[in-house]
């Protein structure tokens, strides 16, 4: 099936320190990995991507790495701030679709 | 490029009236969809298109219909409006299925009374 599950579902840190967020997908196919932000009332905004010919990719604090055999991936945020508070969706692409996960809440406490 | 743009930003309907929900893109993108998401919950697919004249249903199509008559437009379409519409409607574009982001619009949140 077209299944993505995302966990934890809530995450609440310190700000300075890490947050990370996995998702795990089902079709071995599938080779493109997204994620996205929403802030509260807003459209949801790529963050990050990765294909699968790597296994990591950096953007400043934003990382995400791949792990192809075991079929998840997962985003990784250093050095939390406050304005990193929202929630964080990832994707999968299923043949033409794109399948979003349910979503991670952050919350960055300061 | 103004990007992805819908329309209205808000409705209130009745039960059993219906609407179209407006969305365009500028940016010639092949690809689109509508994605609806409840009050703090995901994103789910309704429909897609993957270039004019094509359409299909994706997760949750039962009470919408879609058209694709150009590259730019793509309108949902829900006819005898539910009270479980009542949600936050996305339309989003990219420019391939794969390695390239979705660009989504600033949302129209229906409300069926």
């Known amino acids: 099936g077209e299944n993505v599950e995302q966990h934890p579902s809530t995450l609440s840190v310190q700000e300075g320190d890490s947050a990370v967020i996995k998702c795990t997908y089902s079709d071995s196919a599938s080779n493109y990995f997204p994620w996205y932000k929403q802030e509260l009332g807003k459209r949801p905004q790529l963050i990050i991507d990765?294909?699968?010919?790597?296994g990591e990719k950096k953007d400043q604090r934003i990382a995400v790495t791949l792990n192809k055999t075991a079929k998840h991936f997962s985003l990784h945020i250093t050095e939390t701030q406050p304005e990193d508070s929202a929630v964080y969706f990832c994707a999968v692409p299923y043949g033409n679709k794109l399948v979003f996960g349910a979503g991670t809440i952050l919350r960055v406490k300061s | 490029n103004a990007g992805v743009t819908q329309t209205p930003k808000f409705r209130i309907l009745k039960i059993g009236q219906s609407m179209t929900l407006q969305c365009t893109q500028d940016?010639?993108?092949?690809?689109m969809y509508w994605y609806r998401q409840d009050p703090g919950m995901g994103l789910k697919l309704i429909y897609y298109s993957v270039g004019a004249g094509i359409t299909d249903k994706g997760e949750v199509p039962n009470g919408y219909n879609v058209s694709r008559s150009t590259t730019e437009d793509f309108p949902l379409r829900l006819e005898l409006a539910a009270p479980s519409q009542t949600s936050v409607y996305f339309c989003?574009?990219?420019?391939?299925?794969?390695?390239?982001?979705?660009?989504f619009g600033n949302g129209t949140r229906l409300t069926v009374t």
């Open positions: 940016m010639n993108h092949n690809y």
């Open positions: 989003a574009s990219s420019y391939a299925r794969e390695n390239s982001p979705l660009h």
């Open positions: 990765i294909r699968s010919n790597v």
